[in-house]
């Protein structure tokens, strides 16, 4: 089973700031990966697919990046509605097996 | 517009089962497959397993292997996923997720979850 590990736990940032969140696959997933994006209470939602493509409507200012192993989640201007906790997710295409990060919550400094 | 609407919440003892249901509507429901996750409160979320809505193929996460089926009725557009011999740690929210299997392999929308509580 492939392990995916994100850092760090918490992140404080100040609105406007840069925000960089990472993730750590314990074997390579090429560019098999999302990052979703969940608000308390609500349902997550997709942001990052094949690593680095924006999801329909996500705004410019997140990016992702990494293949293989290691990926970035980069938020360029912290908005106050980006607050929230982010998972990444790996995915393998076939047999469907799906795993995701622990999480890193994205609060206000 | 997609929309995965899931039934509403359950009680249920230790030992139990459980059924959640997941209705799919705005686009054609064969084409994809639903992957189902479940969060324990506060925790991440956990990825439990999926089905093709296509032809009703399957995989598990291995540690639920054994306790969880997954079907689908193609005829209502609804998948569902039974969970039995129910314990504490069961206590989660559940969402069904759509998740396109080998083509479009990431889940793109969501249901908006079914909260599962476990007490005696």
């Known amino acids: 089973e492939i392990v995916m590990t994100q850092s760090p736990a918490t992140l404080s940032v100040s609105p406007g700031e840069r925000a960089t969140l990472s993730c750590r696959a314990s074997?390579?997933?090429?560019?098999?990966l999302a990052w979703y994006q969940q608000k308390p209470g609500q349902a997550p939602r997709l942001l990052i697919y094949g690593a680095s493509t924006r999801a329909t409507g996500i705004p410019a200012r997140f990016s992702g990046s990494g293949s293989g192993t290691e990926f970035t989640l980069t938020i360029s201007s912290l908005q106050s509605e980006d607050f929230a906790v982010y998972y990444c997710?790996?995915?393998?295409?076939?047999?469907?097996?799906?795993?995701f990060g622990q999480g890193t919550k994205v609060e206000i400094k | 517009q997609v929309q995965l609407v899931q039934s509403g919440a359950e009680v249920k003892k230790p030992g139990a089962s459980v059924k959640v249901s997941c209705k799919a509507s705005?686009?054609?429901?064969?084409?994809?497959?639903i992957s189902w996750v479940r969060q324990a409160p506060g925790q991440g979320l956990e990825w439990m397993g999926w089905i093709s809505a296509y032809n009703g193929n399957t995989n598990y996460a291995q540690k639920l292997q054994g306790r969880v089926t997954m079907t689908t009725d193609t005829s209502t557009s609804t998948a569902y996923m039974e969970l039995r011999s129910l314990r504490s740690d069961d206590t989660a929210v559940y969402y069904c997720a759509r998740d396109g299997g080998a083509t479009i392999p990431y889940f793109d929308y969501w249901g908006q979850g079914t909260l599962v509580t476990v007490s005696s």
């Open positions: 074997q390579s997933v090429s560019s098999n």
């Open positions: 997710q790996q995915y393998n295409n076939w047999p469907p097996e799906r795993t």
């Open positions: 705005g686009y054609t429901f064969t084409s994809y497959g």
